[in-house]
């Protein structure tokens, strides 16, 4: 009797880029809609709030859900007690973080010829915080391969704010840019509400200081690297807000978001191939931890490569016109891809405890894209800090992979990783002369897309093999 039974991870994965998929559908919809019902200064000056509450998520939380990570393997015995306590830590951090914020900007209000809102900044920390809750306890239930529910929290936590933000600027129609931002926020908070509620009655612990001490040790050198990572990605919308306009900010932003697909997908895999890598690690089964590298490639550049061919004609037909700068396609694209490699060397230096050198590295590249953003923005305009980003991405590439050398120098391959590099760049490169021409675009990418298919037909014996262990 044929009996075929597919490893855990892999199953997960499935769910997650279904979840993600479906999720992302939603929220990437809903950027359409929202370049037709905001106009371009709404929708920039929205972007930049997004990134404000994406710049903070590190301070209100203490980054606490990397300590929960290596904890779960640490207190086997006590995990729920353990994640219900560090949790308790995170909402005691969360409450000192807004009152000290929410001084400072009365203070800077009553001082200074500034008039920051109050109301939205605690809207933005309670954003925030909404977002740590729910990714706290997701990490959690993908190290505990409860992976169904993770993947509803993932369509839900996408869907429900576009859906509430729409009603909202239909119904009240007023400024649509605070609409907007009050439906993103309420059904975050109410998801957060219930997920606190179920991990301190699953844990009823709150104070720990052993936990403490533990979480926070691990924690908080990984906040530098965290903050770094969020500043390259969200640093560039507050910069061209400030030294172009807000209306550049809006094209830069969706673009961002039609390139930031492939990180979506990246999420969705790497969930499972943490908790994958984690585990493997954990029962000294280091080499099952290499094997499946070039299939994880393989699929990247089989995504790209779709990516790629269909970019273009995607945006013509969803987008007003104003939003057709092809131009950002192809830095963001390699930037993402290059995330494919720092997702796996990251993940090897947190499993042993060198957040301090993932915080490093990130800082660098992160400061080096700020340095580089000042400069060209100002003579180039917002197409420049796309490739400062890639520029920034590639430094760090660069970086982990010199950490990881060092504490785990034969886990991975680096012909994999230079062949999978050099196979984007001419993708990405080959695209740039290429998005005004249909034909010529569609016919050499499903060229590249047959072959890749090819290889994975000729190789199916050993892709099944990994499936089945």
């Known amino acids: 009797m044929f009996n075929f039974k597919i490893n855990k991870y892999l199953v997960s994965s499935l769910w997650y880029m279904v979840a993600i998929g479906v999720g992302y559908s939603i929220l990437f919809i809903g950027s359409i809609v929202f370049t037709h019902l905001m106009d371009t200064n709404s929708y920039g000056l929205y972007t930049t709030y997004y990134s404000i509450v994406s710049l903070s998520g590190p301070f209100v939380c203490g980054n606490l859900f990397i300590g929960l990570q290596k904890g779960y393997f640490d207190f086997k015995e006590n995990r729920t007690e353990f994640r219900s306590s560090v949790f308790f830590l995170s909402l005691i951090i969360f409450l000192i973080i807004s009152c000290i914020c929410f001084f400072i900007c009365c203070f800077i209000n009553k001082f200074t010829k500034y008039n920051y809102s109050e109301l939205l900044l605690l809207i933005a920390l309670i954003h925030s915080f909404s977002f740590f809750v729910i990714n706290y306890f997701n990490t959690y239930e993908n190290l505990n391969g409860n992976y169904k529910l993770r993947s509803v929290l993932i369509i839900l936590q996408n869907v429900l704010p576009v859906l509430f933000s729409i009603i909202f600027i239909i119904v009240f129609a007023r400024n649509s840019y605070y609409e907007r931002i009050f439906g993103s926020t309420s059904p975050l908070l109410i998801i957060s509400f219930i997920l606190g509620f179920i991990i301190f009655k699953s844990g009823n612990q709150f104070v720990n200081k052993e936990y403490y001490r533990y979480a926070l040790k691990i924690s908080i050198p990984s906040m530098l690297g965290s903050i770094s990572s969020l500043a390259m990605s969200n640093a560039d919308n507050i910069m061209i807000t400030s030294m172009v306009s807000a209306d550049a900010t809006a094209v830069y932003g969706f673009m961002y978001n039609i390139g930031n697909v492939?990180?979506?997908?990246?999420?969705?895999?790497?969930?499972?191939?943490?908790?994958?890598?984690?585990?493997?690690?954990?029962?000294?089964?280091?080499?099952?931890?290499?094997?499946?590298?070039?299939?994880?490639?393989?699929?990247?550049?089989?995504?790209?490569?779709?990516?790629?061919?269909?970019?273009?004609?995607?945006?013509?037909?969803?987008?007003?016109?104003?939003?057709?700068?092809?131009?950002?396609?192809?830095?963001?694209?390699?930037?993402?891809?290059?995330?494919?490699?720092?997702?796996?060397?990251?993940?090897?230096?947190?499993?042993?405890?060198?957040?301090?050198?993932?915080?490093?590295?990130?800082?660098?590249?992160?400061?080096?894209?700020?340095?580089?953003?000042?400069?060209?923005?100002?003579?180039?305009?917002?197409?420049?800090?796309?490739?400062?980003?890639?520029?920034?991405?590639?430094?760090?590439?660069?970086?982990?992979?010199?950490?990881?050398?060092?504490?785990?120098?034969?886990?991975?391959?680096?012909?994999?990783?230079?062949?999978?590099?050099?196979?984007?760049?001419?993708?990405?490169?080959?695209?740039?002369?290429?998005?005004?021409?249909?034909?010529?675009?569609?016919?050499?990418?499903?060229?590249?897309?047959?072959?890749?298919?090819?290889?994975?037909?000729?190789?199916?014996?050993?892709?099944?093999?990994?499936?089945?262990?």
């Open 262 to 469: 492939l990180v979506v997908i990246l999420s969705a895999v790497s969930a499972s191939v943490t908790a994958w890598i984690y585990n493997a690690l954990d029962t000294k089964r280091t080499e099952a931890a290499r094997t499946g590298q070039k299939w994880y490639y393989l699929f990247f550049v089989l995504i790209i490569c779709m990516l790629l061919m269909i970019f273009p004609e995607f945006i013509k037909l969803c987008t007003p016109e104003q939003y057709w700068d092809f131009r950002y396609i192809v830095p963001f694209v390699f930037a993402c891809s290059l995330s494919v490699v720092n997702a796996l060397h990251c993940d090897i230096i947190n499993y042993n405890k060198k957040t301090g050198m993932v915080s490093l590295c990130v800082a660098v590249s992160a400061g080096i894209n700020v340095i580089l953003n000042y400069f060209f923005i100002k003579k180039f305009g917002a197409i420049a800090a796309a490739y400062t980003s890639l520029l920034s991405m590639l430094v760090q590439t660069v970086l982990y992979r010199i950490v990881l050398k060092r504490i785990a120098e034969n886990l991975f391959s680096d012909l994999y990783s230079i062949l999978y590099i050099i196979m984007i760049f001419m993708m990405c490169v080959f695209s740039i002369f290429v998005y005004n021409s249909v034909l010529i675009r569609y016919i050499v990418y499903s060229f590249i897309i047959i072959c890749l298919i090819a290889v994975i037909v000729c190789k199916r014996h050993n892709l099944l093999e990994l499936i089945k262990n």
